[in-house]
């Protein structure tokens, strides 16, 4: 199955693909903005779109009203930090296929996508979301966890540095840390673990 990654986030974006890689899914594009991926629909023709309903100040829903109005047949994954039932019933009614938090396991994020490529669709009622925001304790400590909430963002050690006061070093030294302490071998893993054990919250 092809897919298309939507996402504003870069990091996330390149932990969703490490993902679906492992599990013999063909990413054959990604995009970060509604034309973008408007333009990478048309091109590429995937499956499967997964996509975040957060772009910068544009909605990933509304590339998948557009992408329905225009006939293209891709189904479409939700994957978005929002998990109230109000979010889950607007993506239906634009017409996703599928709907998932961050926060949710890796595991159940594929799992859904497998789902949508034998037809079935699924959509996790927010009692079940809920329960999927299982904590585990990585001992990060709260500087650590603000680091990594800003890395998810795609900011450089030296602009983590500048948002929180410290020198590029010191940011170094956190980020080396916090890839010890979630077993990361780099950024992206880094913030896959985050998102999966709901480290990160922005």
Do not use: C, W
Not at 61 to 73: D, F, N, S, W, Y
């Amino acid at each position: 199955m092809r897919v298309l990654l939507v996402d504003d986030h870069a990091l996330i974006r390149a932990a969703v693909a490490t993902a679906l890689k492992e599990k013999n899914f063909e990413v054959v594009a990604e995009a970060a903005t509604v034309n973008q991926a408007l333009a990478m629909l048309n091109t590429h023709q995937p499956e499967i779109t997964v996509v975040d309903i957060n772009l910068g100040a544009a909605s990933g829903l509304e590339v998948i009203k557009q992408a329905h109005t225009a006939k293209m047949k891709s189904k479409f994954v939700v994957l978005t930090m929002h998990d109230d039932q109000q979010t889950l019933e607007l993506a239906k009614a634009a017409g996703a296929a599928a709907f998932i938090t961050k926060s949710a396991p890796t595991d159940s994020l594929i799992e859904v996508v497998q789902s949508v490529a034998a037809g079935v669709d699924r959509f996790l009622k927010a009692g079940e979301i809920k329960k999927s925001k299982v904590r585990k304790d990585f001992d990060l400590t709260p500087r650590e966890l603000e680091v990594l909430s800003l890395l998810s963002s795609g900011a450089t050690a030296n602009a983590i540095g500048a948002v929180l006061f410290l020198t590029e070093a010191t940011i170094k030294t956190h980020l080396a840390n916090i890839y010890r302490k979630l077993g990361a071998a780099n950024r992206a893993q880094a913030v896959a673990i985050g998102i999966e054990n709901n480290l990160i919250t922005n």
